[in-house]
């Protein structure tokens, strides 16, 4: 007799959201904090169960990833009640909506109390695409999103999805039917494509790939090319580069594959159709690059959760401001602190405003460690957090910036950091001394900074204290003054 468990379908739960996400390749469960903008996975475990393996051949799943699909599943219900999860959805995708015996296999899952939805392709595309809106800061281009039974692609311009389609192009799927020789995955391959006319009438900027098919090349590419920054999300590659990496590995057999760094034994035989797939889709749309995505239709579908005006929260800044409150700092400092330094920087662009909203926001992160940690301590918090909406650049520039809050000179050498030109890295360091000046004044809390006027004149950084506020003036402030504004000049170098 089965054991059932009696948990709640999501409907804007207050606590712990969990999802189950059957694929054709793996089984998956994220368990979420709380219906937040950005959410903190609090549990995310795998399973690779490939139970679309042989569906092309026998339209059937796989008997072997049947039987550890259902283990998975079982372990991961009891860790949903383990965990008192507020709410658990299940959603299966290609392998199971195309099988013949796809409706036994929800049956022997839904023994256990549970529902399983099996969801349409096009709604897997909508959803795919819903997590990179979730992830991205106004994504434009098309999501693509890889499994092993099939393949989703939505067309994405800033917060619309249009075009969607569901194409027989799952990893798993173009190796069996091509019985694992190179021509026939790679004719197959293109006749789909082709068969999606969108495809090259749209011309996107940007390929978003999600998937872990994908995220195994981007992976591989950072380890051959020595990259400094060991972080997927939004690592790129451009259509060149793609290109010699599939061709690197064309020739290459299994048991070589499963030895190349970071490609895992059970990744190790699709690697090959996955790099054929992602060549070919570059060559069908006309995409100058790709934007490898750790989102997917399991944040989208959470993104679906969450109010219209959730939805249009900057990711970045709400993940800030959620990453702040983890430490107690809440409350208006930090909007203060970005307009109260906001006459320093009159030509800043667009997109660097943001990263200094987000840096003053978490301008004082680290005030409850060592002092002398307190600067390394804040960049690599950064660097390992789980922030959204920010590419690699962005990242590394608030990373810096929260690290000069705390120490006006920087020590040592980091490898990441030649991914900034030396103009992103005065304006960071600028933004950083201009935090670290401004706590001296406030000491850090709301309220204080409006009886201390800052302005940038003729080269100058100026203070002007009101008369209450004018015995906070002592060397150390004027020694802040003057080194903030020797960092400004020499940035202004670089904005002329």
């Not at 070589?256 to 060549?279: D, F």
């Amino acid at each position: 007799m089965p054991i059932t468990y009696n948990i709640p379908t999501a409907d804007h739960p207050k606590g712990l959201i969990a999802i189950i996400d059957i694929g054709s390749n793996s089984v998956r469960m994220v368990v979420y904090h709380a219906l937040k903008r950005v959410p903190l996975p609090v549990f995310n475990e795998k399973y690779m169960c490939a139970l679309g393996r042989g569906l092309a051949r026998t339209n059937k799943l796989n008997p072997q990833g049947v039987g550890e699909a259902e283990l998975a599943i079982a372990r991961f219900l009891v860790m949903a009640q383990r965990l008192n999860v507020a709410s658990l959805d299940i959603i299966a995708t290609a392998a199971v909506r195309d099988a013949t015996n796809g409706p036994d296999f929800v049956r022997s899952i839904e023994r256990h109390g549970v529902k399983v939805k099996v969801i349409t392709g096009e709604h897997e595309a909508e959803l795919a695409a819903k997590g990179i809106l979730a992830s991205f800061h106004e994504p434009l281009g098309i999501s693509a999103d890889l499994g092993g039974g099939s393949m989703e692609l939505a067309t994405i311009e800033r917060t619309q999805i249009g075009h969607q389609t569901s194409l027989h192009l799952g990893s798993l799927r173009v190796l069996d039917a091509a019985e694992g020789k190179l021509a026939a995955m790679d004719k197959l391959v293109a006749k789909e494509l082709k068969e999606t006319s969108w495809l090259r009438e749209v011309n996107p900027p940007c390929l978003y790939a999600i998937g872990g098919g994908f995220r195994a090349l981007a992976k591989l590419h950072m380890k051959k090319t020595d990259y400094p920054l060991d972080i997927v999300h939004e690592y790129s590659m451009s259509k060149r580069s793609i290109n010699q990496l599939v061709e690197k590995l064309l020739p290459l057999k299994q048991a070589e594959i499963a030895a190349l760094p970071g490609i895992s034994s059970k990744r190790a035989p699709t690697l090959i159709p996955t790099a054929i797939i992602l060549q070919q889709l570059l060559q069908q749309t006309g995409a100058p690059q790709v934007v490898f995505s750790v989102s997917g239709i399991r944040e989208g579908f959470f993104f679906d959760l969450l109010d219209p005006r959730q939805q249009k929260e900057d990711a970045l800044i709400s993940s800030a401001t959620d990453l702040a409150a983890l430490i107690g700092r809440t409350g208006s400092y930090g909007k203060e602190l970005y307009h109260w330094m906001t006459p320093l920087f009159p030509n800043e662009p667009l997109a660097w405003q943001r990263v200094r909203l987000a840096l003053c926001i978490l301008s004082e992160l680290a005030w409850s460690i060592d002092p002398n940690f307190r600067a390394v301590w804040a960049y690599h918090r950064i660097i390992q957090s789980s922030l959204k909406g920010i590419d690699h650049k962005e990242r590394l520039m608030i990373a810096m910036a929260l690290y000069h809050r705390y120490q006006a000179k920087w020590k040592g050498d980091r490898p990441e950091l030649k991914l900034l030109d030396e103009r992103e890295r005065q304006y960071a360091r600028c933004v950083g001394l201009a935090a670290g000046m401004a706590f001296q004044l406030s000491g850090g809390r709301a309220g204080n900074l409006h009886h201390a006027k800052l302005t940038w004149h003729d080269g100058q950084v100026l203070v002007a204290l009101d008369e209450e506020a004018s015995p906070l003036r002592t060397d150390a402030v004027e020694k802040r003054v003057l080194g903030l504004g020797e960092a400004l000049r020499a940035f202004s170098n670089f904005v002329l």
